[in-house]
């Protein structure tokens, strides 16, 4: 019942750091999303994948990269990190459109 | 493409008080509806969902009714307790039909903190 994990959960980077946040989950979902929450804001999508191998960018994308080379796995790449990218990263999968999203505990970073 | 507008809060309540929080939206055709629950440190957890017009959500003693009326779809539960204390978040399909991939659009949150 592991559902979605994500890794780590706790960051600091310093500017111009690069990192990889995990994303994994064992449901056998063919959606995948990374979204990101900043104090008061909601939840902006960063990128999607609708399956292994298919990925595309969200409202927010600048400054990440993804890659999805399994159905159970969507990392979040970021290259060169920015104050602006200081957020709570969640993770979050869906078995079609319309059944909603089971989300990981999210990984919260800080830029400094 | 579809937009939601959520109360702004904070919402403070006391034990077994009545709990109502608003979500309107605009949308294309009639999309599923979803509220959402963050609990403190938490990820989000999908609470309840009406997937058309006149539906009713239900989950935990939390109910939502799906208004193509007034493009609502808001949260109401009786009886609130200590542990109902989070942030409720209402999403909706950013596009109509089978364009959206199951992206989702959120309201901003509702905090609500309930005291004894």
């Known amino acids: 019942n592991a559902g979605v994990t994500q890794t780590p959960k706790f960051r600091i980077l310093k500017i111009g750091q690069s990192m990889t946040l995990q994303c994994t989950q064992d449901m056998n979902h063919n959606y995948m999303y990374w979204y990101r929450q900043d104090p008061g804001m909601g939840l902006k999508l960063i990128y999607y994948s609708v399956g292994a191998g298919i990925t595309d960018k969200g409202e927010v994308p600048n400054g990440y990269n993804v890659s999805r080379s399994t159905t159970e796995d969507f990392p979040l790449r970021l290259e060169l990190a920015a104050p602006s990218q200081t957020s709570v990263y969640f993770c979050?999968?869906?078995?079609?459109?319309?059944?909603?999203?089971?989300f990981g505990s999210g990984t919260r970073l800080t830029v400094v | 493409g579809n937009s939601v507008t959520q109360m702004e809060g904070p919402v403070t309540l006391s034990e077994e008080a009545f709990l109502t929080i608003n979500c309107t939206y605009t949308a294309t055709g009639y999309p599923s509806l979803f509220w959402y629950v963050q609990y403190p440190g938490e990820g989000l957890q999908l609470l309840l969902k009406?997937?058309?017009?006149?539906d009713k959500g239900s989950n935990k003693g939390f109910e939502a009714t799906y208004r193509k009326e007034t493009t609502s779809f808001h949260l109401e539960k009786g009886s609130v307790q200590v542990s109902d204390s989070a942030v409720y978040f209402c999403?909706?399909?950013?596009?109509?039909?089978?364009?959206?991939?199951?992206?989702?659009?959120f309201g901003q949150g509702t905090i609500l903190t309930v005291h004894p």
């Open positions: 979050a999968s869906s078995r079609d459109q319309g059944y909603g999203y089971t």
């Open positions: 009406a997937t058309k017009a006149d």
């Open positions: 999403a909706l399909p950013v596009n109509a039909g089978g364009t959206s991939y199951g992206k989702l659009t």
